[in-house]
């Protein structure tokens, strides 16, 4: 929302009367009063040697001396040369620093910014502080270190729409007196008349008000009147000072219309009190009326007219020796001290919009009795623009370019993410297919469906024998002649020794052999080609608790073996990697149910102490043979671990 900055309602300077505003500098706050000062984008403070020590008249004429000395938020940089009006011949010196800035009155709720550039000066020159309003950056110590202005950083911390304000200067002269004018970010159209003209800004940051004037029309006057310029001429906007610099023949047409003197040692136009009584009672009074275009000739114009009121000013000492009434007009040395000042803004309302690079200019409203219409200006990106600008349709045209923009924009975004998703999704099924594939067993058709290893829950978890994971081998049956004997197969004392007490040999720890392994006798015969027949794989699940209370046991003959053999032969764990092709490991439907495993005898349950006890080694059932897990390497094993077997393709 755009900021109405309310006027201080006194009128001061020595130059004029003019309505001024308030700033609080510095902690502790000390309130000033200041001038608008359209050119400048900074804030300039009198200080304490800007008046004799103690005059408090002199403090208070000058809109209250502030002390940087005082302020404990104070950042000197020390004493620099300002730009102040340098191209109308004025030198200054300041005293720079940053310190805290604050609008308004305390407590008006207006914004407070720290760390703003505020200048000191102290000559009579410019006797008053200022409030600048040009949105541009200033460069303190060189042009590669640019600070943001006052204006910028209202925007940036979103205190204001946009880089943009509008201003009048007030006329003291009008029904009791009409105080200024000032909006941030937008404009009061309250205050401007309906007829007005819009201009591009000046690339040239000093010139950017830059206006042409094509007349400048006298009517009223004593002596006649009419237009007081030969030609058209270039004209900056600028309401630091209250004079306006015309060319030498301009000011001198208006002197002869006006019966005006020209002082040479302090360069104004003054007006005898005789004069200047019989202009002031005219009525209607004599006017000077300026013919504005967006060129010196020719386009679109607006007519902004000034009553002789507007240049009935009074100067004080120090800028004269003695009160003198003066008319503010000024003789320029060059085309480029063209400037409309002060007196200009009194009955001028300009608007001046940086996010669209223009300006308006247009009559100012003095009707009493209207409220306040605050307008305001957006960005560059919004579609709005300053009012009754002739160049609406380009604006309108760029608004409807930048809505197509946007939309084109969002709709590659769209289809940028519809890819990128479809993209993903394929790659998730291809990877969720290729680990279902590597999870199917050999001899399963691929239609069967197969569920994922159970995991079972705690508490059908049971703790192992401590020598359970003593690793034995298979001993080699000799239902096979004429198969070579070798390493653990061959008899030595020692295997003799390792006994436990039931004529069985006790191995010792060792890796398996790595011939192959011979798929045992399955439980359905002793016939060994119907047990070829009926030979499927066998699969890897996890038991649980349950299943070690009533295990599922897969009871087989020896073959050829006698039963000497069998009663000589250990129950040794079986290692994944010495099976043969046949036997793969893969997932089981259920886990738990006894009935999934099929025997060809009647083998009732053990009890979980004989379990625990054929684990151990230290008991075996007699005429079978139960095919103990198989670890997969040497690890420490909890009480929590599952306990892996391998069970017949018909137990599934």
């Known amino acids: 929302m755009a900021l109405s900055i309310p006027p201080s309602d006194f009128w001061s300077g020595i130059d004029g009367q003019w309505s001024t505003f308030t700033l609080q500098i510095g902690t502790p706050q000390v309130t000033v009063d200041v001038l608008i000062s359209t050119s400048q984008p900074v804030e300039y403070v009198i200080e304490p040697n800007g008046c ?74 410019f006797y008053l502080g200022y409030f600048g309003l040009l949105a541009k950056p200033f460069n303190l110590t060189s042009y590669d ?9 209202l925007k940036n911390h979103q205190d204001v729409p946009s880089l943009s304000w509008a201003y009048t200067a007030g006329a003291k002269y009008r029904e009791n007196g009409w105080f200024a004018s000032l909006t941030l ?14 201009v591009a800004m000046n690339s040239d940051v000093t010139q950017y008000l830059s206006v042409g004037v094509q007349e400048i029309n006298v009517a009223g006057s004593p002596s006649g009147g009419g237009n007081a310029l030969s030609s058209g001429i270039t004209m900056m906007l600028d309401s630091t000072l209250p ?49 504005l275009g967006t060129s010196p000739s020719g386009g679109e114009t607006v007519q902004i007219s000034l009553p002789y009121q507007a240049f009935d000013l009074n100067a004080q000492p120090p800028l004269v020796d003695n009160s003198t009434n003066y008319f503010p007009i000024k003789r320029a040395a060059n085309e480029s001290q063209y ?19 223009n300006f308006s200019v247009s ?28 160049d609406s349709s380009n604006h309108a045209g760029a608004i409807a370019g930048a809505v197509v923009g946007v939309v084109v924009v969002l709709a590659i975004i769209a289809l940028a993410a519809f890819f990128l998703l479809r993209r993903r999704r394929r790659r998730r099924q291809a990877h969720e297919a290729a680990i279902l594939g590597s999870m199917k067993p050999k ?12 995991s079972p829950p705690a508490e059908d978890m049971v703790e192992l024998p401590n020598n359970y994971f003593n690793r034995h081998e298979l001993e080699a049956t000799e239902s096979h002649p004429g198969t070579p004997k070798h390493g653990y197969y061959a008899s030595s004392p020692e295997r003799a020794k390792a006994t436990d007490g039931h004529d069985r040999p006790r191995s010792p720890l060792s890796e398996l052999d790595a011939r192959p392994v011979h798929e045992l006798p399955g439980s359905v015969g002793d016939n060994p080609s119907e047990q070829a027949q009926t030979a499927k794989p066998l699969h890897l699940r996890t038991i649980s608790r349950d299943e070690i209370r009533s295990p599922s046991v897969v009871s087989a003959t020896a073959g050829d073996a006698s039963p000497s053999d069998r009663a000589r032969r250990p129950e040794r764990p079986i290692s994944p990697d010495a099976l043969p ?66 069970l017949d393709k018909n137990d599934e």
Request: net charge negative; charged share 20%.
């Open 243 to 291: 004079y306006i610099w015309l060319p030498r023949d301009a000011c001198d047409s208006i002197a002869n219309a006006f019966n005006l003197d020209y002082d040479s040692d302090t360069e104004l136009y003054t007006i005898s009190d005789t004069v200047r009584e019989s202009l002031l009672s005219q009525t209607p009074p004599p006017s000077v009326a300026f013919i």
């Open 443 to 454: 001899g399963v058709a691929p239609s069967e469906d197969r569920v994922p290893p159970y």
């Open 185 to 198: 970010g937008g404009y009061d159209a309250s205050r401007m008349d309906p007829g007005s003209i819009s």
């Open 145 to 153: 270190d640019p600070y943001p202005s006052f204006l910028q950083t």
């Open 581 to 646: 092709g046949a036997f793969v490991q893969s997932p089981l439907r259920g886990f738990g149910s006894r009935e999934r495993v099929s025997t060809s005898r009647d083998v009732s349950p053990p009890t979980s102490a004989t379990l625990n006890r054929r684990l151990s080694g230290e008991v075996s059932p007699t005429g079978s043979r139960t095919m103990s897990p198989t670890l997969e390497s040497k690890r420490s094993v909890s009480s929590r671990d599952s306990l892996p077997i391998f």
């Open 363 to 390: 009559q100012t409203n003095f009707v009493r009795g209207q409220r306040a219409a605050i307008t305001a200006i957006q960005p560059s990106s919004a579609p709005t623009v300053v009012p009754h600008s002739k």
């Open 52 to 125: 004799p020590t103690g005059n408090a008249t002199c403090a208070a004429a000058r809109g209250t001396l502030w002390d940087p000395k005082k302020s404990t938020s104070w950042n000197d940089t020390g004493i620099l040369g300002t730009n102040l009006e340098i191209n109308l011949g004025y030198s200054q010196l300041g005293q720079y620093g940053y310190d805290t800035v604050a609008l308004g009155y305390q407590g008006s709720g207006l914004p407070t910014l720290g760390n703003q550039i505020v200048i000191g000066i102290s000559e009579t020159d």
């Open 339 to 357: 400037v409309l000042g002060r007196t200009f803004f009194q009955e001028a309302y300009v608007i001046a919009d940086f996010e669209h690079s």
